[in-house]
């Protein structure tokens, strides 16, 4: 089945704790791309890449940072999270330059204390 | 930056009955695709439908379908016989043929369905 993969779904941890939200498709997409969703502000864009080795920085790039080693792959990193980051994030990946249909996935709930 | 407005937080619509969510966006593009995306209470985000810019005939998807306006930028979606199940946040977002790579989305409309 074709699908974006999150890790960890939910997740609730302390002010500068380090944290690592995994995202995996099996759909041998190019791009792939992280986005956070707030009560009143929609999906704003992260991070997103390419392809392999290409990342580049969405509209709220600001303490997070990403990697993308593998195709299949996109890490979302919080070095130092802090609260303003308690928010649902959403993986997802489209095939490169078509029209812009992007598969999800199903979202990761953050909260930080 | 491209931006995309939706002017209605919340709307409900009475179960069977028609309703319209509307969207606007600004862009000096001429080559773009628009989308409308649901969200669901399970937080999955679903694509309802897609429309292609140089496309002059509006999309359609069962009961779902769109009013694409071009020239005055606007793109609102029409549901029919709405469901229970039709409940949802809605968002529509833009998509640039060149160059930007990103998918804009608005804050989304909340729509209730009364049974």
């Known amino acids: 089945e074709a699908q974006v993969t999150q890790n960890p779904r939910y997740l609730i941890t302390v002010t500068g704790k380090k944290l690592t939200v995994t995202c995996s498709q099996n759909m041998n997409h190019e791009y792939m791309s992280w986005y956070r969703q707030d009560p009143g502000l929609g999906l704003r864009q992260i991070y997103y890449s390419m392809n392999v080795e290409v990342t580049d920085k969405g509209d709220v790039p600001e303490g997070y940072k990403v990697s993308r080693k593998e195709k299949r792959n996109f890490p979302l990193i919080l070095e130092s999270p802090s609260p303003n980051q308690t928010s649902l994030y959403f993986c997802?990946?489209?095939?490169?330059?078509?029209?812009?249909?992007?598969?999800f996935g199903e979202g990761s709930r953050l909260t930080v204390l | 930056a491209q931006t995309v407005t939706q002017s209605q937080p919340e709307m409900s619509v009475q179960e069977a009955e028609t309703v319209t969510l509307s969207c606007t966006y600004d862009t000096s593009e001429s080559d773009y695709y628009l989308f409308w995306y649901k969200q669901p209470p399970s937080r999955q985000m679903i694509l309802v439908i897609r429309q292609e810019a140089y496309k002059q005939q509006n999309a359609t998807e069962n009961r779902f379908s769109v009013n694409f306006q071009k020239a005055a930028k606007s793109f609102s979606l029409k549901i029919s016989d709405s469901q229970l199940g039709d409940a949802a946040m809605y968002f529509c977002?833009?998509?640039?043929?060149?160059?930007?790579?990103?998918?804009?989305f608005g804050k989304g409309t909340k729509l209730s369905v009364i049974p």
């Open positions: 997802a990946s489209r095939r490169g330059g078509v029209t812009g249909e992007l598969f």
């Open positions: 977002a833009y998509y640039s043929g060149a160059g930007s790579y990103q998918l804009t």
